[in-house]
């Protein structure tokens, strides 16, 4: 049986390469002159936005320490200065919000891992977070610096809609979230099977398919039946 996953995955592949073809977009995006520094500062201050987005905003602010916000900021500078740099500005921006999910589904699953098998992990690693606590810091700052970094691609290239890439690359990462955990526990536990491995392959290789197909997008374009899970409009 396939699974789900490659099959969502696929009907989106397909989707894509459908607007691709009608629409034969080649062109590279520079975008509109923004400031990630007082976008910050506009962001933190909540102006004119509806009570839910600010309720949001709000609860993601008070998970995260003051220092882990300087932290955040400093990030988001050192990367929008690299982004000076690209050939491909939106394109980068993607990427790092690809990664950014990526990185905050590994740090889920390991969260969701038994606490001798972490015990065990942040033994052999030092570049692990070391704690619960510490993983948990972790991952609302990272949701905090793609909240700020999607209302950075909205207002610089026009590159939010409800429904669009980000939203697929969202749920494509829930709909993987039990096959990686799986893998990753069989793989500690030495018990995964040839099975196991083809899986985990075929799951990596349509990611990667998508992600290269999600990064040739325009901006602005919804796909149908992609409502948005999270509100990364309000950092959620």
């Keep these: ?13 397909l989707f894509i390469a459908v607007q691709l073809h009608r629409r034969r977009v080649h062109r590279v ?9 007082r976008l910050w500062h506009s962001w933190n201050a909540m102006n004119d936005i509806p009570a839910t987005e ?9 998970a995260i320490d003051s220092g882990d916000r300087e932290a955040v900021l400093q990030s988001l500078l050192d990367f929008e200065a690299t982004l000076s740099k690209a050939a491909e500005p939106m394109i980068a921006l993607r990427k790092e919000l690809m990664d950014s999910v990526d990185r905050r589904l590994l ?3 390991i969260l969701q891992l038994p606490d001798e098998v972490k015990s065990r992990l942040r033994q052999q690693s030092s570049e692990m977070l070391q704690s619960d606590p510490q993983a948990r810091a972790y991952i609302a700052a990272n949701d905090l610096r793609m909240a ?15 429904g669009d890439w980000f939203d697929v690359y969202l749920k494509a990462s829930r709909l993987k979230q039990k096959g990686a955990r799986n893998f ?9 099977s040839s099975a196991d491995d ?3 392959q075929t799951m990596t290789i349509v990611d990667g398919e998508i992600r290269a197909r999600l990064l040739k997008m ?4 919804p796909f149908p039946g992609f409502a948005s899970g999270t509100d990364t409009k309000s950092g959620s």
């Design 148 to 162: 700020v970094l999607r209302e950075y691609a909205a207002q610089r290239f026009g590159d939010r809609t409800d």
């Design 218 to 221: 325009p901006a602005g374009i």
């Design 29 to 37: 995006v520079r975008g509109r002159a923004v400031s990630m520094e």
């Design 54 to 62: 600010r309720s949001a905003r709000e609860a993601l602010l008070a």
């Design 107 to 109: 740090n889920l699953e």
């Design 1 to 13: 049986m396939i699974p789900a996953v490659v099959i969502v995955l696929l009907a989106a592949a």
């Design 198 to 200: 083809a899986r985990y």
């Design 184 to 192: 990753i526990q069989r793989t500690l536990s030495g018990s995964q």
